[in-house]
């Protein structure tokens, strides 16, 4: 059974940075692909960025560039490297696992993962 908990997320101004934790369990590394979402009041969940044992990582469009997604197989940790933030980054953000598919599916799509953390929250004032 695969177990997710979210961890640093806070309170930043904007420009600035954090990092996001997802402690791990239950997780296969071979076929495991991990990401982040993130969600707001009102609002769908949102895929942030993935990482995939095959495909590599995925970002969104609004994240390229500033948010590095990886992941530490020996910790079992993921991990979300946020830089630049805005505040349109403010959001609960969500850890997420799933089985890696054939055909590939995408990675970025909520559907692609069955097990989900708490969620940390992540709010950036301007």
């Known amino acids: 059974q695969v177990h997710l908990v979210e961890s640093g997320g806070g309170s930043v101004q904007a420009g600035g940075s954090l990092r996001l934790s997802c402690a791990a369990s239950g997780i296969n590394h071979i076929t495991d692909l991990m990401g982040w979402f993130r969600q707001t009041t009102g609002k769908e969940r949102e895929g942030v960025a993935a990482i995939s044992p095959i495909e590599g990582t995925k970002y969104a469009d609004s994240v390229k560039g500033r948010f590095t997604i990886s992941r530490d197989n020996a910790k079992n940790t993921l991990y979300l490297e946020m830089n630049s933030l805005q505040s349109d980054d403010t959001a609960m953000y969500y850890c997420?696992?799933?089985?890696?598919?054939?055909?590939?599916?995408?990675?970025?799509?909520?559907?692609?993962?069955?097990?989900w953390g708490q969620g940390t929250q992540v709010t950036v004032s301007s």
């Open positions: 997420a696992a799933g089985r890696v598919r054939l055909p590939f599916g995408p990675l970025l799509d909520a559907s692609m993962y069955t097990s």
